[in-house]
């Protein structure tokens, strides 16, 4: 810090004294007239009537980048339509989701329904392990890695299908 603007007071600093005094006197600013604004004149008439021209923005025969500008500006300003399409996209979502939990719950849950209902097939050993111990601590994970990349496959048709719709 540059101890210039502080004094030393038994240790502690200390605010310039002069800080926040002015001591130089200011002039006030000079307002100058601004010159006001010319009348405007009355245009020229042409000597020619001036030729109507027709604007184009976009060619009349491609209608199909309407709709889909369309859909996209109701996507983004949120409107009732727009949002519709978006709930559309999440119940097929949500379903496929809760499908495919529903399969994982079924599989894994029925395992131990299996066992208790069939001694036998509870009894079974597989290389000196008991096959229920195999399949209820093995059987999850590839089970759960491949419902997972099904679901990610679903959603990513079900998102395919969407932007389709939006852009055709």
């Given at each position: 810090?540059?101890?210039?603007?502080?004094?030393?007071?038994?240790?502690?600093?200390?605010?310039?004294?002069?800080?926040?005094?002015?001591?130089?006197?200011?002039?006030?600013?000079?307002?100058?007239?601004?010159?006001?604004?010319?009348?405007?004149?009355?245009?020229?008439?042409?000597?020619?009537?001036?030729?109507?021209?027709?604007?184009?923005?976009?060619?009349?025969?491609?209608?199909?980048?309407?709709?889909?500008?369309?859909?996209?500006?109701?996507?983004?300003?949120q409107t009732s339509w727009g949002a519709l399409l978006v709930d559309d996209?999440?119940?097929?979502?949500?379903?496929?989701?809760?499908?495919?939990?529903?399969?994982?719950?079924?599989?894994?849950?029925?395992?131990?329904?299996?066992?208790?209902?069939s001694p036998a097939f509870a009894g079974l050993r597989v290389i000196g392990?008991?096959?229920?111990?195999?399949?209820?601590?093995?059987?999850?994970?590839?089970?759960?890695?491949?419902?997972?990349?099904?679901?990610?496959?679903?959603?990513?048709?079900?998102?395919?299908?969407?932007?389709?719709?939006?852009?055709?």
């Amino acid at each position: 810090m540059n101890e210039d603007y502080y004094q030393q007071v038994d240790g502690v600093r200390e605010p310039d004294p002069t800080l926040g005094k002015n001591f130089a006197t200011h002039e006030p600013a000079t307002v100058e007239r601004v010159p006001p604004v010319p009348a405007e004149q009355p245009a020229e008439t042409p000597a020619k009537p001036l030729k109507r021209q027709r604007v184009v923005l976009a060619d009349p025969h491609s209608r199909s980048s309407t709709p889909t500008l369309r859909a996209r500006v109701e996507l983004e300003e949120q409107t009732s339509w727009g949002a519709l399409l978006v709930d559309d996209l999440v119940k097929h979502q949500l379903r496929a989701g809760l499908m495919l939990a529903a399969l994982v719950v079924v599989v894994l849950g029925g395992l131990p329904l299996a066992f208790y209902l069939s001694p036998a097939f509870a009894g079974l050993r597989v290389i000196g392990v008991p096959l229920a111990w195999l399949l209820l601590a093995i059987l999850p994970f590839p089970l759960l890695l491949l419902a997972g990349l099904l679901y990610n496959r679903l959603a990513e048709g079900n998102e395919r299908d969407f932007v389709d719709m939006i852009e055709n």
